[in-house]
Each structure stands twice: as structure tokens, then as C-alpha cells.
């Protein structure tokens, strides 16, 4: 029923409550964020987000898992359960997993919607995700405020790449405007 929705992230915590660490309740969550059509899957993709970001962070083979789905869908976030500009808790989960980066920088460089996107570079944690936040927005020699937000959470002013977009930007006339 359309009120089960409500419960969605109760039921996952309670599957990860009642069986950490499950490996059959991790390979349910697997298949159901591969299952096409989505119908079919034993879980719902909100269910099976939260029971392999939460319960298995770092894990190797749901690491693989997202990487297909980078490779595979437009929007591959959806898979997971989560809407297009939500990417923290993938970032808090895997954040820099060497078998995610490759996939997810090709879908970043590879998608038209770069702004929904960038924020996926703290997913990756890459030379090549940096290089895409350092990257100056169109029609100017600086980066954006949230290109620097997100460079601010990835690598900080101790990248020496990072420091340099960053301050430029803190020199410009633009700082006051961002200095939030």
C-alpha cells in the first residue's frame, strides 16, 4: 500500500537491526537494485539503498554492484532509492572506493546535467573528479560556489589543485557573494 512508503526507511533499519551483516540480506538488496523491471525485485529500491549504504559500507562486491549501475542507467541514483540530487549518503558510504571511480567519473564526464552531477564527485574522490570541480564555470576564470563547496569537502585547502581554484575564487570581487 502507498502507506508502506512512510515506513520505508523503518523496515530497512529494523532488516539491519534484526541481521547485520547478513550476507543473504545483502544479496536480496543486490538483485533488487539490478532487477529490471523494477517491479520484480524482492525489495523496493529505497529499501535496498538503505540496507547497502548503511549496512554495508566500503563492501567490495555492492561496490561493484553500484558501479554497474553508473555504467548502465542515466540516473543511477534512483536505483539506489534516492532522488537525483542526493548524493551524501552514497559520498558517506563509498566515498573514494577504488572500484567506484572509474564509473562514476565516465558518468559525470559523460552526463549533460553537470550541475546535478558534481556533486557526485565526492562519490569518486578522484584526480579526475577534482579536476572537473577545478574546472572555471563557463564565461568566467572561476569556479562556482558549489563546485568550491564540493571541493571544500573532498580535498580541503590542503590539495594544493583544490587550494588553487579556491583561492582564486576568495581573491575575486565574486568572495563576497559566497563567503557563506
Avoid at 10 to 28: F, M, N, S, T, Y
Avoid at 96 to 118: C, F, M, Q, T, Y
Wanted: include cysteine; charge should be negative; charged fraction near 30%.
Amino acid at each position: 500500500s502507498s502507506d508502506l512508503y512512510h515506513w520505508t526507511t523503518d523496515v530497512a533499519h529494523a532488516l539491519l537491526e534484526g541481521w547485520p551483516h547478513d550476507l543473504e540480506l545483502k544479496k536480496i538488496a543486490i538483485e533488487s537494485i539490478a532487477k529490471k523491471p523494477r517491479w520484480k525485485a524482492q525489495m523496493s529500491a529505497e529499501v535496498a539503498g538503505i540496507i547497502l549504504l548503511e549496512g554495508f559500507p566500503q563492501d567490495d562486491e555492492v561496490a561493484r554492484s553500484i558501479a554497474e549501475i553508473f555504467r548502465r542507467e542515466k540516473y543511477p541514483q534512483h536505483s539506489l532509492g534516492r532522488n537525483v540530487s542526493e548524493w551524501e549518503p552514497l559520498a558517506k558510504a563509498f566515498g573514494g572506493h577504488p572500484l567506484l571511480k572509474d564509473a562514476v567519473d565516465d558518468w559525470i564526464e559523460s552526463d549533460d546535467h553537470r550541475i546535478i552531477n558534481e556533486s557526485a564527485c565526492l562519490v569518486s574522490k578522484s584526480d579526475r573528479a577534482r579536476a572537473i570541480l577545478c574546472e572555471p564555470s563557463k564565461g568566467s576564470d572561476l569556479i562556482s560556489e558549489l563546485k568550491a563547496r564540493f571541493l571544500l569537502q573532498g580535498w580541503g585547502m590542503n590539495d594544493p589543485e583544490a587550494a588553487k581554484a579556491l583561492n582564486a575564487l576568495a581573491d575575486s570581487t565574486a568572495a563576497k557573494t559566497v563567503a557563506h
